[in-house]
C-alpha cells in the first residue's frame, strides 16, 4: 500500500492508530499500525512515523472548511495530510 492508498482508506482505520511511510510522496510505501512494532513491512524498509490518524482526518477537515462547498479529491487530501505533517499546519488556501 502507498501513501495516497492509506489516505483514500483512512476512515477504515481506527482514530488512534498512526500512519507510518517510507516519505512524504503519495507514491511511497506506507502502512497504519496501533502500535510500531506491529508494522508489517519487508526485511530492510524503513516506514519512519508520519501522522496520526486523527490528525490526518482533521488536516482533511479543516481543507473542507477553509474551502466552503469544495469536496476534496484524494491527491487534495494528500496534499493536506502532507503538508500539516511537514509543517505542523493546516494546508493554506492558495
Request: aromatic share 8%; charged share 25%; net charge negative.
Amino acid at each position: 500500500m502507498n501513501l495516497r492508498d492509506v489516505i483514500a482508506r483512512l476512515d477504515e482505520f481506527e482514530s488512534d492508530a498512526t500512519i507510518y511511510a517510507a516519505s512524504a510522496a503519495p507514491t511511497a510505501d506506507a502502512t497504519v499500525a496501533l502500535e510500531p512494532e506491529r508494522i508489517a513491512v519487508p526485511v530492510g524498509v524503513s516506514l519512519p512515523y508520519l501522522l496520526e490518524v486523527r490528525t490526518a482526518r482533521e488536516a482533511i477537515e479543516v481543507w473542507g472548511l477553509w474551502r466552503p462547498g469544495q469536496t476534496p479529491t484524494v491527491d487534495d487530501k494528500v496534499a493536506a495530510v502532507v503538508y500539516y505533517a511537514q509543517n505542523d499546519a493546516w494546508l493554506p488556501i492558495e
